[in-house]
């Protein structure tokens, strides 16, 4: 009787402590809720799929569930909430492409895309910087071309691509895709390079210079958290 009694006060402190939350948005179809991060307060952020079929980023703050909208296009999802409760995540503007957003007590805010055409978020941290992909549009013989990802971070006010010393002095030379997948505190920010002929490299910038981190395996190495 003793161990069936711990049970059950584990239990009911189990279900004091957690408690299951529809997270729902009016208009919104029911199943269609993708939450994509979580923080340290509880809130939660993601996209959800409206009645008419399109997707709406969200943010959960513990009580209520807030559309953040979109940048003038249709369509937005979330994929990372900070601590401090900013948001990153994609919205497409009136002309049809994505750009990376940041959401904080100020509104949203349209991060933009190096070279004019598309970016998407990936992570953010408390301070509100941003790491992610963007693609480009460059001249060529067959006329303009898209060309992407790159890997980038929005500092708060500007965005600028991660490039090691080598590959800017090689830049015009080089059009080499890659990722920019988290970034922590102190804005350090990893990522990695995504060759066609090469293995895969690890990216690493320390808030000041981008590095490319040692490579453990043949077929590549990807640096996804820090």
Avoid: C
Avoid at 164 to 189: D, F, T
Avoid at 205 to 222: A, C, K, P, R, V
């Amino acid at each position: 009787t003793g161990a069936l009694a711990s049970r059950q006060l584990a239990a009911a402190t189990i279900d004091n402590l957690y408690q299951m939350r529809n997270l729902s948005l009016e208009g919104s179809s029911k199943g269609f809720v993708t939450p994509k991060g979580i923080n340290a307060s509880g809130q939660v952020a993601g996209h959800i799929v409206l009645a008419d079929g399109t997707k709406r980023a969200f943010m959960f703050d513990g009580s209520t569930m807030r559309d953040l909208g979109t940048l003038g296009g249709e369509n937005s999802e979330a994929v990372a909430i900070s601590n401090a409760g900013k948001v990153a995540g994609s919205a497409q503007v009136a002309d049809g492409p994505y750009h990376a957003f940041r959401y904080d007590s100020e509104g949203t805010h349209d991060l933009g895309a190096i070279g004019g055409n598309e970016s998407r978020a990936m992570d953010i941290n408390d301070e509100g910087q941003v790491v992610g992909t963007f693609d480009t549009i460059w001249p060529t013989n067959q006329g303009p071309r898209t060309f992407g990802p790159f890997p980038f971070v929005h500092d708060g006010s500007t965005m600028f691509e991660l490039l090691s010393p080598l590959e800017l002095e090689a830049h015009e030379k080089m059009i080499i895709p890659g990722v920019a997948r988290a970034i922590n505190a102190a804005g350090q920010a990893v990522g990695y390079r995504l060759y066609n002929t090469t293995p895969n490299q690890p990216l690493y910038y320390d808030g000041n210079i981008t590095m490319h981190l040692l490579q453990f395996e043949y077929n590549g190495s990807y640096a996804v958290a820090i």
